[in-house]
Structures are given as structure tokens and as C-alpha cells.
């Protein structure tokens, strides 16, 4: 018991250490993206560095500043990748549940299709998710008692699909912040595009301009 109990610490030790240690890796480049902000554009070309610099309120002032709406892309990202990802996740999960509860003629054949209508990853794995942890027992019993079936799925699978859908709506918002080609595809206006395009613009044109 002392062996295995001295066991047990050590691997949590190293646990904890290798957790330390990325977490480190993965905060290190939001400081790197402080020290950034504060340095000029002659101290960005001059190489890296740890140590902050004094130019955080001028380069502010040019950002607020600027010839591109820059907040305004960051709020047009903001709402549509909250929009799409909580969107998304709903009728990809809809549209698994769909395929998970009911047995009909081809279902094998169009679950090579509906999943196109949602989007598919999320879709896959809403899938794999319900299989492990929603057995069709609870929903012929929520059917029993006379729950229909939309109440049945936005008040017994969505609460049991929490896990999942925190993932993937984690994931889709993200993929929608860094979308770029549907953005410049549709969208032309300054004002109305996203911080993605904007970003590109910027990189885009030459720094004099700006």
C-alpha cells in the first residue's frame, strides 16, 4: 500500500509539472503579444525581445485612430462567430439526434447526407457522444409520459449533450474568428467586415498608408 500510495504521488507530481510546464508554453505567447502592442515599428523589425517598451498608449491612439474600423471588425467577429457557433451546435446536435432516436427506411444511406445540411465534424461527434451517454430508454420514456419531441430534446438530450456541446461551440467559434473566405466573399464594406479581413488588409498594404 505504501509502494502503490508513493506511486500514485509521484505520477501526480509529473502530472503536475508537464500541465505547469504547457501552460506555460500556451500563456507565453499572449505575452509576447503584450510586449508587441508596446513597442514600435522600428523596435518590432529590430528583433525580439522580453522587456517591454513605451509606445502602448501611441500605438492605442493609432488603433483607435486608423483609417480601418478595427473595432468594429472585432465586434462584426464577435457576433458572427457566437452566432454560428451556437447555430451550428444546435442543429448539428438536432440533426444527430435525429439519426440517434428514430429507425427508418435508408437511414444508412442518408446519414452520408443530412449531416451535410449541419456541420458535419460537430455532427460526428454529437453523434458519437449521444451513443456513450444517451440510452433511447430515457427518450421511450419521456415519449410515455407525453413529452413531445422537440421538449424532449432542448430539456432532456441538450442538458445530458453539455460536455459536448461546451467543446464544440469552443470550436466552432474559433473556426469562425479565423474564417476568411466567406467574409471576403460577401462582404465589402470597411465597416461590415470582420477583424479576419481586416487584418489581411492591413498586411496587405503598406504601413505608410496606415
Known amino acids: 500500500n505504501l509502494k502503490k500510495g508513493v506511486g500514485i504521488h509521484a505520477r501526480r507530481f509529473i502530472?503536475?509539472?508537464?500541465?505547469?510546464i504547457v501552460s506555460v508554453l500556451c500563456l507565453f505567447w499572449f505575452y509576447v503579444l503584450f510586449i508587441n502592442a508596446t513597442r514600435?515599428?522600428?523596435?518590432l523589425q529590430s528583433g525580439f525581445t522580453l522587456i517591454p517598451s513605451s509606445h502602448l498608449w501611441e500605438n492605442w491612439k493609432n488603433l483607435r485612430n486608423g483609417t480601418l474600423p478595427v473595432w468594429n471588425g472585432?465586434?462584426?467577429?464577435?457576433?458572427v462567430s457566437s452566432l454560428s457557433a451556437v447555430l451550428s451546435v444546435y442543429f448539428s446536435t438536432m440533426t444527430a439526434y435525429a439519426i440517434h432516436a428514430y429507425d427508418f427506411k435508408l437511414k444508412k444511406y442518408i446519414y452520408l447526407i443530412v449531416p451535410a445540411i449541419a456541420a458535419p465534424?460537430?455532427?460526428?461527434?454529437?453523434?458519437q457522444y449521444m451513443?456513450?451517454?444517451l440510452p433511447l430508454?430515457?427518450?421511450e420514456a419521456a415519449r410515455i409520459d407525453g413529452s413531445g419531441e422537440f421538449h424532449t430534446f432542448n430539456t432532456i438530450v441538450m442538458p445530458l449533450m453539455k460536455p459536448a456541446i461546451a467543446v464544440q461551440m469552443i470550436f466552432t467559434f474559433v473556426s469562425s474568428w479565423n474564417n476568411y473566405f466567406t467574409p471576403a466573399l460577401v462582404l465589402h464594406d470597411d465597416r461590415k467586415k470582420t477583424l479576419t479581413?481586416?487584418?489581411a488588409q492591413l498586411r496587405g498594404a503598406h504601413w505608410l498608408k496606415f
Open 137 to 139: 430508454s430515457l427518450i
Open 74 to 79: 472585432m465586434i462584426n467577429s464577435l457576433i
Open 131 to 133: 451513443e456513450s451517454t
Open 15 to 20: 502530472a503536475y509539472v508537464v500541465l505547469a
Open 121 to 127: 465534424v460537430t455532427f460526428f461527434y454529437m453523434k
Open 40 to 43: 514600435s515599428n522600428g523596435e
Open 197 to 199: 479581413n481586416l487584418i
